[in-house]
Every structure is written in C-alpha cells, then in structure tokens.
Nanobody
Framework: QVQLVESGGGLVQPGGSLRLSCAAPTIIFSISDMGWYRQAPGKQRELVATITRAGTTTYTNSVKGRFTISRDNAKNTVYLQMNSLKPEDTAVYYC???????????WGQGTQGTVSS
C-alpha cells in the first residue's frame, strides 16, 4: 500500500507561517503530479495547490500570494509554505499524488493546521 507521510501542521497565530511536508515513495513521486488539498470542519475538501513533475504550479485564488508549493525530487518530498495565515485557513491538509499515467491517485493521512489567536 502506497503511503504518503505528511508533517508540519500545528497551531499558529493569524499572520504566522507553517510549512507542510509530504514524503512519497520514489516510484510514485517520480511519475506523479503532486498537490495539497484541505478540508475545514463542515466543508468539502478543496484543492489548494498543485505542482507538476516539471514544476508548473497552480493555486486556488484564496491562497495566491500567500502559499507556495514546491517539490524536491531528490528527496521525493513536496512542500507547502503557508505565510500570512488567516483563521479561515484552518483545516486538515492532505497531500495527494496523481500518477501521470492515470493509473491512480494516493492520499496522505492529513495534518491539522489551526490558525487562532
């Protein structure tokens, strides 16, 4: 079973920063576009950011200019740097790997990010 291992969540005050990490098996990471999703209480899971194997990135409008997704292909790890955090960013954040051969997608277990004073 493929495991994506997330880390880096926590509690931060408004205006603060968090950096999430997600490590994937080499065989999956090398053939996948990677993404971060989040799910707030009572809401549907939403796409936050994606990064292709070539490094092309996309962001949902609400995080543009504040969040940065990146990937380190040598470490098989994708990151989400979250700055200028707002209470509405509070959610469980999930890492996703989408195989570019369309043979499947994989999810991490989720990491809680809470923005509160």
């Amino acid at each position: 079973q493929v495991q994506l291992v997330e880390s880096g969540g926590g509690l931060v005050q408004p205006g603060g920063s968090l950096r999430l990490s997600c490590a994937a098996p080499t065989i999956i990471f090398s053939i996948s576009d990677m993404g971060w999703y989040r799910q707030a209480p009572g809401k549907q899971r939403e796409l936050v950011a994606t990064i292709t194997r070539a490094g092309t990135t996309t962001y949902t409008n609400s995080v543009k200019g504040r969040f940065t997704i990146s990937r380190d292909n040598a470490k098989n790890t994708v990151y989400l740097q979250m700055n200028s955090l707002k209470p509405e960013d509070t959610a469980v954040y999930y890492c996703n790997a989408a195989r570019t051969d369309l043979a499947g997608t994989y999810w991490g277990q989720g990491t809680q990010g809470t923005v509160s004073s």
